[in-house]
């Protein structure tokens, strides 16, 4: 009888530990205690029972946070003056975690972020993909499309409720209802927050592919790509590592987020995923960037972790040769052809509405991208076929002969300058080089 009451007891004690596990996760002795003070024990309870979020509870007790003694109720409290909270079983709460929120912890990551092009990204609302994805596409494709990663400007209703229009959304510029802009969860996804995650290609490549901005295509044919994916299930990147410095805690290979914001030995790593970038690869024309020398140098330093100087220094010169070409050749002329037509009113004012801009709009926004940012990532593909191959087929078979309907000889001067004169036909030399080289590679 003793025997059996023991074993009871026992049990009992087994099964009181268990629940604590489940209620709190595996949080350490003395953040279990400040858990079960605060207001985040009813949260935690009550998510726990399927059908109530009870996978939100279980990314959350395996993350730092938990951890670290952080719930519910230290991310989600609402202020009285906040638009977005709302009364939930006598605590003033909001759906919404935004940048302000994190950095009553994470200041210095915050700040970083804030002064990021990414932070920026909800600004293309009036652009001309926002044009084309608000008005000519339609106001839904918008929303669930180019809101999602660009972000959106989230609205609160009359009865205080998200506006379904503008959320949900995780868009990296995301302007948040307390007037903070961008959103943590785009890269280190509610409620794990793992950095693992955020360090992977994947993390980046949500928002960066596709036919105007393929970095994760271009990341996964180039070398870098290649390796990656050769080790990443063998452990020795150390992907879940507190510090990830290149050189040191991982040699095998890069990911998005080695070259443009993690550690280097003498870098640390930084929120600003920009401050590597010397070239504007975006507009119809790249311009070099304020303190190019200094982004250069950085992102430099990066690459000379694993590369050897001469490499290094090769590898730029290709690169800016690539983005050079493409100015020099293709996009300088091209965008004096269409500012003059719009200067003389051979177009009308109304984006999209005339052949010529759909096609000009995918010649530098698509086509043109793609051959720069395949230059700048290593990948020859995007360079060449799906990059000049593209320009210059639509430069010079639509762009051109469209042009010249509009306006007769409008193209001449373009036309006669040196990189355009293989047009009126090849010299002997070049027709030479030509023969030569063929009969070399394939014998007489």
């Known amino acids: 009888m003793r025997t059996s009451k023991k074993l009871f007891s026992v049990s009992m004690v087994l099964t009181f530990l268990l629940m604590l596990v489940f209620t709190f996760g595996f949080t350490t002795p003395e953040n279990k205690n400040r858990l079960q003070q605060d207001e985040s024990k009813e949260c935690i309870t009550c998510h726990s029972l399927q059908g109530m979020g009870s996978s939100i509870v279980q990314m959350w007790r395996e993350s730092k946070h938990s951890q670290n003694g ?34 009553q912890c994470h200041d210095e990551e915050v700040k970083e972020f804030d002064g990021s092009h990414h932070a920026k990204g909800a600004q293309f609302i009036g652009s001309l993909d926002n044009i084309l994805g608000e008005i000519v596409e339609g106001a839904a494709a918008a929303n ?33 209802p307390d007037s903070s802009k961008g959103s943590c969860t785009a890269c280190h996804s509610r409620h794990s927050f793992s950095v693992t995650q955020a360090r992977q290609p994947e993390a980046c490549g949500k928002c960066h592919m596709g036919p105007d901005h393929p970095q994760m295509e271009i990341y996964t044919e180039s070398k870098h790509g290649i390796k990656f994916q050769a080790v990443r299930n063998t452990g020795v990147m150390n992907l879940s590592n507190e510090d990830w410095v290149v050189g040191k805690d991982y040699t095998a290979a890069p990911t998005c987020v080695t070259c443009h914001m993690s550690a280097t030995p003498s870098q640390k790593v930084h929120h600003d995923v920009g401050r590597r970038i010397s070239w504007t690869l975006r507009p119809p024309v790249s311009i070099k960037l304020d303190s190019v020398d200094v982004r250069r140098d950085r992102m430099k330093n990066v690459c000379m972790q694993c590369h050897a100087n001469e490499h290094t220094e090769n590898f730029f010169t290709q690169y800016d040769e690539a983005v050079k070409l493409y100015n020099e050749k293709f996009g300088k002329p091209a965008k004096a052809i269409m500012d003059k ?26 086509e043109g991208r793609r051959a720069r940012m395949g230059a700048s990532m290593m990948g020859p593909d995007f360079t060449q076929w799906h990059g000049f191959y593209e320009v210059a087929k639509h430069f010079y078979n639509k762009f051109i002969p469209d042009a010249e309907e509009i306006q007769k000889g409008s193209t001449k001067d373009v036309m006669d300058s040196e990189f355009h004169k293989w047009k009126k036909g090849l010299t002997d030399e070049q027709k030479k080089e030509i023969l030569d080289f063929y009969k070399k590679r394939y014998g007489e």
Request: glycine content about 8%.
């Open 70 to 103: 952080v719930g519910c109720y230290d991310c989600h409290k609402a202020e009285s003056n906040d638009l977005d909270g709302f009364n939930h079983r006598g605590k003033r709460i909001a759906t919404i975690v935004s940048p302000k929120d994190c950095a």
């Open 341 to 366: 037509f719009y200067a003389d009113s051979k177009l009308t004012k109304t984006p999209f509405d005339e052949d010529l801009e759909w096609v000009y709009y995918e010649l530098w926004h698509h």
């Open 144 to 176: 669930s499309g180019c809101r999602q990663c660009h972000g959106s400007i989230v609205r609160v209703d009359k009865n205080g409720k998200l506006d379904a229009r503008t959320w949900p959304n995780t868009g990296i510029g995301r302007v948040n």
